[in-house]
């Protein structure tokens, strides 16, 4: 039987901080009133040239090179946002063109800060039903463009930022145990950005009455719901698994609130110790908050192969969520991604090597202007092939193998790649192929 495991996570966010101190500043708040209610202190904010699409893209190669895939091998390209780079195409579509992952079908999931677990949902099942083998699948959201930076009460609450992790199809096993969806759409006025649709349309009226913002009805109701609805979410996961909640070794819950955070900890009788937190750095990302701390756990070390994994999420729609697996470790990032070698699934497929000498030989192809035939093992890059070591033909081709194989190569270590075969046994040796 099918069923699919997480092989790679990523995350980015933009490099621009956002204090409450910075806050106080801009709105009648404080640094000590925001973060008793909500502890939040800080959270990024996109600047020139970033949005959802250019965030997506810089935690799915972060995932990608964690899990040792090529972006052509992957299937399905999967974004689950409420803030896309554009109103159409999809903000995966963007995503798909800027990885080159040309095999990959590609689409949207809107379901606000549940979002993550509804891609999980249908990533997971696509892989159990054959449709697809490797999916990548990406929370982003710029929100900040659709905060309302005079009203207190919801500006202080999000920010920026994305995560993403990559999922493979494997011959049973653990992995991804089951998932739970829900959603009351009778509740949808209550956490919404109602202008810029069908419904209303931009227009000058919609602009003035800021309706193409976020709006909160009532943050007491928010909170009310999202606890009830997550711990019912949380419950359905354990008892579908028949575990207890001793048996979880950690919950990622979505960064909303650190009271709501605490309160589902308190009803499910679960320590805070083994909660996974960075909503003080970066407040609530919706989509992206879930795989945004996910990675962190993961290259921080907090999560361990055989750990039992309990995510959960409420957002706008509104939607609730949860999701129940069991870490397996292999070829999943244990560590700050700093370059070097890709880190690839022991497991991989056999043509893993002959696909690296095919690929090394299609670059140098296209980075000289030689022929193919040219391109023997014995062939001196020099000599042979006229790459000058200070050309830009030169700079070229290793910036071609870095972003083709996820690496950062150092002068020194290109000086030593004199022939075609040298370039190949440096690449192999770096990828562990």
Sequence with gaps: MLTSRIIGTGSCAP?????????????????????????????????????????????????????GVDSIDLDMLLVATITPAVPFPATACLVQDALKARRAAAFDIGAGCSGFIYGLAVADSLIRSGSARTILLVGAESLSKFVNWK????????????????????????????????????????????????????????????????????????????????????????????????????????????????????????????????????????????PL????????????????????????????ASAVLTWQGNGVATGPLRGGAVRRDPREDKGATVAVEEKVKRIIVEQLGVQESQVKPEAKLADDLGLGADSLDAVGLVMALEEEFNLQILDTEAEQVQTVQDAIRYIKGRTHA
């Design 151 to 290: 009203d207190r009460n919801t500006c202080v609450l999000f920010g920026d930022g994305a995560g993403a992790v990559v999922l493979q199809a494997q011959e049973g096993g653990p992995g991804i145990r089951s998932t739970h969806l829900y959603s009351d759409g009778a509740e949808w006025a209550l956490l919404a950005a109602p202008g810029g649709g069908s419904r209303f349309p931009l227009s000058e009226q919609v602009l003035q009455e800021g309706l193409h913002l976020i709006h909160m009805q009532s943050g007491t109701e928010v909170f009310r719901l999202a606890v009830r609805a997550m711990e019912e979410a949380c419950m359905a996961a354990l008892k579908a698994n028949r575990l207890e909640v001793s048996d979880v070794d950690l919950i990622i819950p979505h960064q909303a609130n650190a009271r709501i955070i605490q309160t589902l900890a308190n009803r499910l009788a679960f320590p805070e110790a083994k909660i996974v937190l960075n909503l003080d750095r970066y407040g609530n990302t919706s989509a992206a908050s879930i």
């Design 293 to 320: 701390a996910l990675d962190e756990a993961v290259r921080d070390g907090r999560v361990q192969p055989g750990m039992t994994l309990l995510l959960t999420a409420f957002g706008t729609g509104v939607t609730w």
């Design 15 to 67: 490099a621009t901080v956002l204090t409450n101190h910075d806050l106080e500043r801009m709105v009648d708040t404080t640094d000590q009133w925001v973060r008793t209610r909500t502890g939040i202190a800080e959270r990024r904010v996109c600047g020139p040239g970033e949005d959802s699409a250019t965030l997506a893209e810089g935690a799915a190669l972060q995932a990608l090179a964690a899990a």
